[in-house]
């Protein structure tokens, strides 16, 4: 049988969507590349044989890869511009999902892999929920495993700003004013002992200094605190 | 104590209760309205005892009352767990609000909480000068309209506009300020409110507390309601917290604030800040992570110019060898041979050689209170001044390796002053194992400033690297028994969430008040102590028990510390007194009975004993029994082990 994608009925209308496999196997391909691998032999090295050669022959015919001879590991798989773009937007779908489920919603390792995993297909988010949660995470330039982030166009337009929409307070610089955008404490107990300091969505507040503890102004009150709590203070400029 | 019979009779005079977050000056407003003077203090947490003044106020006798400083009314530390029940339990008739007009937005989130609770109250905005040098102007009759309370300005450390609190304090009636929370929250307040039985704070505030998720409160519902009761508040409470992602405290803070910042916006207005005075220059520097090492530096060696060398040396020697020296000792012995002529044992026990006069009174006032009452105003100063937290700033990370936070810097410091006082403060940190690390390193390996004192002073006279070993020892010590009880020990760490008060000047007559106070409660446990030692060891003497018990510690001290016989001596008192023992060997020295390395060893085993006898009855009040005898049951094996170590390394070379 020859894989091919499909038509499907979505909520937003029809859309392409190709088996999970194969965007798997895109993703590989995109991941291979930042090694700095792009022999099919490796591509394929941690799939059976003959299900690798499979989901190849699919992305081949949906002309999102081409094959180029050459090289003693094998013929090299490479991208074409259209399959660059796909690949790019599962990318990044996978790896803003790993960021909103390990550092906002604070799930274990094992959850925020495999939801990744799931939300990276296109059918599942749309354009626009992306760019949405793009902005509300800041426009994180990297995953919690530290690979890139391929940027969006609403990261584009944030660029002329520089700084992300949405950061950490302990990446916040110095002196700087900032209103806190939301907080994500580990226990309540916490939560509350910060909000009666007046430390709480909606309120201005400056870091003082980042070392050797860190201090921040809220008000007309210096607080210090520490790094996990800082962390979990989310802030935008303003 | 004549207030304290006033006290206990007044069941029916009227109490007025002062309340407010930590740091505003509550303690120096009570002091102005009672006249009587109670620890004043820019850490959060030292004011845990709750002070009671009677005074009259327009011709009325009152009762006033300091309560530990508070961010909420609804608890969550024991400080404002012991000032909301003072409220919901004595009911007081009337509360007068402290506010740093400064930081008035937190002010006002407990001025909410008040109006709510229904009691009479009136709001005083203090430290008004501090706020106007941060360019923030109060519209106080816009404010008292608005909340329907008087709300006065005053700068009590000037004692600007006490006056007026004082004449309004009883004339105050609840505010007539009201608001709401969301639909969902104002249903559940009338389904609790319901419930309740009458309190003297209003039932709305109970069930405003009781949705917030107060555990605190438990003991008062299973004293007042039935457990069918309790179950149906409960379920109120988990309908509502469904309704939110967030815990329903934080949502009624939400509100709350949002009232708050909207009270503001019609009273407060802020306008650019004057440039920045010297105290905030001083403030930052003290806490920066280069210049604040210097700004330790040289704190540390002003205070060490000032109770190492002015309190130990020079005025030691003016007490020891003037004053007793050559007067007083002297004059007793010729008083005492005099009066028992008759028995040279009576004489003896006061003026012979571990005579109660000639030893005990000389060492506790000739060498011990020059030293304590130096060291006292010292951290009385750099406490009222706003160093301390700062210190906490830059010793964080190191407090976290061996267990602890920053805000054991002040047990800590005050442990360098006296062991007793400082176990006892413990209680500001928030966990168990915190505590009982903090309770375990002071006992362990910080020297009191008594004790500092004599080491120092042994130190002096040994070669440089001596004091390096000694402080190498010490240091490496603490770390290390700090890193594994960190370790080994169950429980958790606590956050390190602590306010920076401004640098302030401090003021004179606090501090002198202060160092007053502490040396009055160190007087009372330490002269009876010394005197006990003293007899311990005047009775061992004449019985001759003490050949038999050196014979006995011979072993031990002569065989692996390496040390004279008489050293047992100085190991027995050291049990009392660790300063005490440190004493002895400081006379071995001085007699040229110690080498220098048994010089080292015998003050590296003594700093590292159990400090006194008064912190072993501390710690089992504090930390029970059970812990004590862990504790001491560690110490002194540990003690005698690193000496015998060191006395084996140092043979070596």
């Known amino acids: 049988m020859k894989e091919q994608s499909r038509r499907v009925n979505h909520p937003c209308g029809q859309i392409v969507a190709r088996p999970h496999e194969m965007d798997e196997l895109l993703e590989r391909v995109w991941t291979q590349r930042e090694k700095g691998k792009e022999d099919q032999t490796s591509l394929l090295a941690a799939t059976p044989v003959e299900e690798g050669e499979r989901w190849l022959k699919g992305l081949l015919a949906e002309k999102l890869i081409h094959l180029e001879g050459g090289s003693p590991e094998g013929e090299k798989v490479l991208f074409t511009p259209e399959g660059e773009k796909e690949a790019r937007e599962i990318i990044r779908r996978h790896r803003l999902t790993e960021r909103l489920f390990a550092d906002v919603l604070k799930t274990s390792e094992e959850v925020w892999e495999r939801e990744a995993c799931e939300l990276e297909h296109q059918t599942v988010l749309t354009e626009e929920a992306v760019s949405a949660v793009c902005s509300f995470l800041g426009h994180p330039p990297t995953c919690p495993h530290g690979r890139p982030i391929p940027r969006g166009r609403c990261c584009s337009e944030f660029k002329k700003d520089l700084t992300p929409f949405v950061i950490p307070l302990s990446e916040a610089q110095v002196t700087e004013s900032y209103k806190i955008v939301f907080m994500t404490p580990e226990n309540h107990r916490r939560l509350d002992r910060l909000a009666v300091l007046g430390i709480l969505p909606g309120s201005t507040i400056r870091i003082h200094q980042k070392r050797p503890s860190y201090v921040i102004r809220c008000g007309e009150t210096d607080v210090a605190l520490d790094l996990e709590i800082v962390k979990d203070i989310y802030v935008r400029k303003g | ?653």
């Open chain 2, 1 to 653: 104590m004549a207030d304290k019979e006033q006290l206990v009779a007044s069941e029916t005079t009227p109490k007025i209760a002062l309340v407010g977050n930590p740091n505003v000056g509550k303690s120096v407003i009570f002091g102005l309205l009672t006249g009587r003077y109670v620890t004043v203090s820019n850490y959060p947490g030292t004011t845990v005892e709750v002070a009671r003044g009677a005074t009259t106020i327009e011709g009325q006798p009152v009762v006033i009352i300091d309560t530990p400083g508070v961010n909420s009314l609804v608890p969550m530390s024991e400080d404002e767990q012991v000032t909301r029940d003072i409220l919901l339990k004595e009911g007081p008739t009337a509360i007068i609000q402290v506010a740093d007009a400064k930081n008035i937005r937190r002010a006002l989130l407990i001025s909410l909480q008040l109006a709510e609770m229904g009691k009479p109250f009136l709001l005083d905005l203090n430290m008004e000068d501090e706020s106007a040098a941060c360019g923030i102007t109060i519209d106080k009759t816009e404010l008292a309209t608005k909340l329907g309370v008087p709300v006065i300005g005053t700068i009590a450390i000037q004692k600007r506009g006490i006056k007026e609190v004082q004449k309004k304090a009883l004339s105050v009636a609840p505010a007539t300020f009201r608001f709401s929370y969301s639909a969902e929250v104002e249903t559940a307040i009338q389904n609790i409110k319901t419930l309740l039985p009458k309190s003297p704070i209003s039932r709305r505030s109970i069930a405003l507390m009781i949705l917030s998720g107060d555990k605190s409160l438990k003991g008062w519902m299973h004293e007042k309601l039935s457990d069918q009761t309790i179950d149906q508040l409960e379920q109120i409470r988990d309908s509502l917290s469904r309704l939110y992602s967030e815990p329903v405290a934080y949502v009624i803070n939400k509100q709350r604030l949002r009232v708050v910042d909207e009270l503001m916006s019609f009273c407060v207005r802020q306008e650019r800040r004057e440039k920045e005075g010297w105290q905030s220059w001083v403030g930052r520097l003290s806490m920066h992570p280069v210049w604040g090492l210097f700004v330790l530096a040289g704190v540390l060696i002003v205070v060490y110019e000032f109770v190492g060398k002015f309190g130990a040396q020079t005025a030691v020697n003016f007490l020891e060898k003037g004053l007793f020296g050559h007067y007083l000792n002297p004059w007793a012995v010729t008083l005492f041979s005099k009066i028992f002529s008759f028995s040279p044992f009576l004489r003896d026990l006061f003026v012979g050689e571990f005579g109660i006069v000639t030893m005990a009174l000389t060492y506790a006032l000739a060498i011990i209170f020059p030293i304590v009452i130096t060291f006292f105003i010292a951290f009385s100063f750099m406490e009222d001044s706003g160093y301390l937290p700062r210190l906490s700033i830059m010793l964080n990370r190191l407090f976290r390796l061996i267990g602890l936070n920053g805000k054991a810097v002040v047990p800590m410091v005050l442990g360098l002053g006296c062991d007793t006082m400082a176990t006892m403060t413990a209680r500001i940190m928030d966990t168990r194992k915190e505590r009982v690390i903090l309770t375990l390193l002071l006992a362990l390996g910080v020297p009191c400033s008594a004790q500092l004192g004599i080491v120092l002073g042994m130190l002096g006279a040994l070669p440089i690297w001596a004091t390096f070993l000694w402080f190498g020892v010490v240091g490496g010590s603490l770390i290390l028994v700090g890193f594994l009880s960190a370790q080994i020990l169950p429980g958790d760490r606590s956050d390190f969430m602590m306010e920076i008060p401004p640098i302030r000047r401090p003021t004179l007559i606090n501090i002198v008040t202060k160092t007053f106070a502490r040396l009055e409660w160190y007087l009372k446990e330490v002269v009876p102590l010394f005197i006990i030692g003293t007899l311990f060891l005047f009775l061992l003497d004449k019985s001759s028990l003490l050949p038999k018990i050196q014979n006995f510690a011979s072993p031990l001290v002569e065989g692996f510390l390496d040390l004279p016989k008489e050293a047992t001596e100085a190991f027995l008192v050291g049990f009392l007194r660790r300063d005490y023992g440190a004493t002895r060997f400081f006379d071995l020295f001085g007699k040229g009975r110690l080498t220098p390395i048994q010089a080292i060893v015998s003050l590296i085993v003594m700093t590292l004993f159990v400090p006194c006898l008064a912190n072993v009855l501390m710690i089992i009040k504090e930390r029970g029994m059970r812990t004590m005898i862990a504790i001491v049951g560690f110490i002194y094996p540990f003690a005698f082990f690193v000496g015998g170590i060191i006395n084996w390394g140092l043979r070596i070379l």
